[in-house]
């Protein structure tokens, strides 16, 4: 959702900006995003950062796809908190780190996000960067909505 501050022709780019990245016009996306994460619009910058990570619109870029996934989750935005949580566990466009990856995914999963919640669960039932915690994982997949798994 753009910034509630935009103004209606600020409202429309950003909407453009969103059909170009559905409709895989990545490179419009980028050129229509830039201003709205120069702004400092977190989903605008965690798009950005996706664009940036798989090189959709432009070459793959880890640098600039990690330091728009960290400015987008540092600002709160739970899918970008998820999102660099992933690119610390995968050691993908940031050095592998379970700590951090952990720390993302938590403040993910206080915002609800299923993903995060379920990806914990994963990484406590398997001891995954955790000790192994069945009891933990069983209620992180329950509060992401899974019922008893075994």
Known sequence: MPNSTYTDEEAIDFASAMAAFESKQFTQAMQLFTPFAQ??????????????QNGLGCVPNPMQAYKFMKESAESGYAMAQHGLGFMYMQGECANKNSTEAIKWFELAAEQGLQ????TLGMMYEQGDGVEKDLDKAQALYKKAGFNDLG
């Open 39 to 52: 702004k400092d619009d977190a989903q605008a910058k965690h798009l950005m950062a996706i664009m940036h």
């Open 115 to 118: 993903g995060s919640l379920t």
